[in-house]
């Protein structure tokens, strides 16, 4: 099996995001925004449930979210950015009642956090319909960092951000392929 891969092209980022809008998929649509903007493993991801992200009563969105990572058992605390925001509200919209119990990405009955096969068939089968391969779950939060990468932001944070013993683990993790090493050559062109 292939490693999974970030999604590296912006252009189809946004396709994947339109591939469940057009299929009225807001569930789906919300897990991969969420997904792509909080660099969580996808097991962490699943367990998010309402009242961590959305203050009922107040009716508006926390400005982080705290968990535990399962993996790790760190605490981290993440922003909730707009397009995190909007793809929930459209989930919110679509779901009905919401409970602070309730997990965001729920099976149809609602009772249930989505499981993480589920998760991996939503994600991979819509990419591939999109005409890209070797993505699942853990490309979510490798397009993360992958992007944050390109934007310039340094290494050494996004290590941190996932917890990585070295920089070099880091590199690797991001799928950093020599195209974007020669890319660094031509545009400097001093």
Same mark, same amino acid.
């Given at each position: 099996?292939? !490693?999974?891969? =970030?999604?590296?092209?912006?252009?189809?980022?946004?396709?994947?995001?339109?591939?469940?809008?057009?299929? +009225?998929?807001?569930?789906?649509?919300?897990? $991969?925004?969420?997904?792509?903007?909080? =660099?969580?493993?996808?097991?962490?991801?699943?367990?998010?449930?309402?009242?961590?992200?959305? *203050?009922?009563?107040?009716?508006?969105?926390?400005?982080?979210? $705290?968990?535990?990572?399962?993996?790790?058992?760190?605490? +981290?605390?993440? =922003?909730?950015?707009?397009?995190?925001?909007?793809?929930? *509200?459209?989930?919110?919209?679509? !779901?009905?009642?919401?409970?602070?119990?309730?997990?965001?990405?729920?099976?149809? *009955?609602?009772?249930? =956090?989505?499981?993480?096969?589920?998760?991996?068939?939503?994600?991979?089968?819509?990419?591939?319909?999109?005409?890209?391969?070797?993505?699942?779950?853990?490309?979510?939060?490798?397009?993360?960092?992958?992007?944050?990468?390109?934007?310039?932001?340094?290494?050494?944070?996004?290590?941190?951000?996932?917890?990585?013993?070295?920089?070099?683990?880091?590199?690797?993790?991001?799928?950093?392929?020599?195209?974007?090493?020669?890319?660094?050559?031509?545009?400097? +062109?001093?």
């Amino acid at each position: 099996m292939a !490693t999974t891969q =970030p999604i590296r092209s912006k252009k189809k980022i946004e396709e994947l995001k339109e591939y469940f809008l057009q299929k +009225n998929e807001m569930r789906n649509y919300a897990l $991969v925004v969420t997904g792509i903007n909080l =660099p969580l493993r996808i097991s962490d991801l699943l367990s998010i449930k309402w009242g961590q992200v959305y *203050d009922i009563k107040r009716e508006r969105y926390m400005t982080h979210i $705290v968990l535990t990572e399962k993996k790790t058992g760190k605490k +981290n605390m993440l =922003p909730l950015n707009d397009k995190i925001q909007s793809a929930l *509200d459209l989930l919110r919209d679509s !779901t009905g009642n919401i409970s602070n119990d309730m997990y965001v990405f729920h099976t149809l *009955d609602g009772e249930k =956090p989505l499981s993480r096969i589920s998760a991996y068939l939503i994600i991979h089968n819509a990419a591939e319909s999109i005409g890209l391969q070797n993505i699942g779950c853990h490309s979510l939060r490798k397009t993360f960092g992958y992007h944050a990468w390109k934007n310039g932001v340094h290494l050494a944070l996004i290590m941190s951000i996932y917890n990585h013993s070295s920089v070099h683990v880091t590199r690797r993790y991001l799928g950093i392929e020599q195209d974007d090493k020669d890319n660094v050559f031509y545009s400097l +062109n001093l």
